[in-house]
């Protein structure tokens, strides 16, 4: 048992530290293209990562978007962005305590985004993406204590960031 745990937690820290360092998206991968990754182990072990496909754990399935950028809405979510997450998080891709926000919102769907924003917890508990996350970052990231409307704003303002338009 222990060797497969440790070959995830070693899986999972190789994609995540790829990702993290990764200047640029994944080439050509709309928010809603990818396939399942599949990483084999040792024997019969294999594990599969959802990567962009995964819409995380929680209750938003689909998250309706804006073409083109809400003003308003990217404003509400800088001024969170400032009291909130900045501490912790570059705009760049550099890592602070957490990973920089550049490009996230073309290696994670908007649903996961918005589940991991409102539902932290859980996501650490359940979600291998955000274990991946936690493994290299090695810090929890607390709960903010966002609403569904506030954490919204946070995606537009990432969105913006990432130079969606």
Known sequence: ???ILFFIVAACIG???AQC???QAEPGAPESAGKPRVVKGAGDTVIVFMGIN????GRFDHVQLT???DDKMIASGRAIYQTKCFACHKLTTEMLVGPGW???TNRRRPAWIMNWIT???VMLDKDLAAQADLA???IRMPDQDLTDSQARDVLEFMRQNDGKK
């Open 119 to 121: 539902n932290t917890k």
């Open 136 to 138: 290299v970052c090695l």
């Open 15 to 17: 994609l995540v530290a």
């Open 54 to 57: 995964s819409k995380g754990v």
């Open 1 to 3: 048992m222990k060797p």
């Open 102 to 104: 550049a490009g996230v």
């Open 67 to 69: 073409h083109p950028l």
């Open 21 to 23: 360092k990764s200047k």
